[in-house]
């Protein structure tokens, strides 16, 4: 690359400046790189703990649940099921972690009370109650790791591209402007040496003729002098 940049001054002070320019580019990404990161590893013990709960939840609405189609029957659960006339509203707005947009989710009517789930109180048992409890806590759970989750793969794949570009100034751009550089600077060193050397070559030529046409004019004013001394002689 660094033969086919014309080794100018005005090239290299262009060279010069993207250097400065692509240093700071890359101590801005280095540093974004890592607030990323620090940002991520919080999110990420969020998930571990969201993921565990979330689990938990799990584990407890399956319980609650055949217990209930065990001892009410499976007509009665899929009756409280569909008594439910209000369903859980759920809203996605966006938040900025690090200049990264991250969803922000939030759910009404996910819990309820028991006036509330549509069935009539007298005709269920605490067993359905206990079910419905349970299954609403695991729909609040999922929606947080929901929330949680995309926020960590976002950040994520935010992190991997910001690497990228660090390393494509580190390893490819910045050693080529430094190339480019050097390249130039050895040229105009060369050129600088060719010139001075031109010069001391023309310095030393134009002595040689200032010496020459000095011995010309004492050679000319010679003969004169010897025919002046002559006729002084003579007188």
Not at 18 to 42: A, P, V
Not at 117 to 143: H, K, M, N, P, Q
Request: glycine share 4%; charged share 40%.
């Amino acid at each position: 690359m660094a033969k086919d940049v014309k080794p100018t001054r005005k090239n290299l002070m262009e060279i010069e400046d993207r250097i400065e320019l692509s240093e700071r580019g890359h101590d801005t990404l280095e540093q974004k790189r890592d607030g990323l990161i620090m940002e991520f590893q919080d999110i990420l013990d969020q998930a571990k703990d969201v993921r565990t709960n979330l689990d938990e939840d799990y584990d407890r609405a399956q319980r609650t649940i055949d217990m209930a189609r065990a001892m009410e029957g499976d007509v009665a659960v899929r009756g409280a099921a569909a008594a439910l006339k209000e369903h859980p509203e759920i809203t996605i707005e966006s938040n900025s972690i690090m200049g990264v947009s991250v969803p922000q989710i939030d759910s009404t009517r996910v819990k309820k009370g028991l006036d509330q789930r549509g069935y009539g109180v007298l005709g269920t048992s605490a067993r359905i109650d206990e079910a419905a409890e349970a299954y609403e806590e695991l729909l609040e759970s999922i929606i947080l790791a929901a929330e949680i989750e995309t926020a960590m793969w976002k950040m994520l794949d935010e992190i991997e591209t910001t690497k990228r570009r660090v390393n494509a100034l580190e390893f490819k751009l910045l050693p080529e402007l430094r190339e480019n550089q050097e390249y130039i600077e050895q040229k105009l060193e060369e050129q600088e040496r060719e010139e001075i050397f031109r010069l001391k070559k023309i310095k030393a030529k134009k002595e040689e003729e200032e010496k020459a046409e000095r011995q010309a004019e004492a050679a000319a004013e010679a003969p004169a002098t010897e025919v002046e001394a002559g006729v002084v002689e003579d007188d």
